[in-house]
Nanobody, 127 residues
Framework: QVQLLESGGGLVQAGGSLRLSCAAS????????MSWFRQAPGKEREFVASITWSGTSTFYATSVKGRFTISRDNARDNAKSTVYLQMDSLKPEDTAVYYC????????????????WGQGTQVTVSS
């Protein structure tokens, strides 16, 4: 199992920026793809972005493409990995709890495909 710890959420005005971090450690922390999901009140958890283990390929939901950037740093000993989500031009509809996910097995845009989750970090965008 991979242990995940998110940080970096907060309150920001529309048009502003935030950077989320997810520290991953455990079995295959640096060898698997990782993703960010989000869940707004009363809505289902939805895919935001994903990145391959090497960081060379990234994927985004249409709603955030061009505004969010996912990246990662893998420790040289492969014991830890940190995944980032740079969020620019934020909109009120980006307000949600953001979750980091690891241990993929299945369609990566579906929450059910991910076996490990962080505790989540709140992002609130005011208009």
């Amino acid at each position: 199992q991979v242990q995940l710890l998110e940080s970096g959420g907060g309150l920001v005005q529309a048009g502003g920026s935030l950077r989320l971090s997810c520290a991953a450690s455990g079995r295959t922390a640096t060898r698997d793809p990782m993703s960010w999901f989000r869940q707004a009140p009363g809505k289902e958890r939805e895919f935001v972005a994903s990145i391959t283990w090497s960081g060379t390929s990234t994927f985004y939901a249409t709603s955030v493409k061009g505004r969010f950037t996912i990246s990662r740093d893998n420790a040289r000993d492969n014991a830890k990995s940190t995944v980032y989500l740079q969020m620019d031009s934020l909109k009120p509809e980006d307000t949600a709890v953001y979750y980091c996910a690891a241990d993929p097995d299945g369609t990566f845009t579906q929450p059910d495909a991910w076996g490990s989750w962080g505790q989540g970090t709140q992002v609130t965008v005011s208009s």
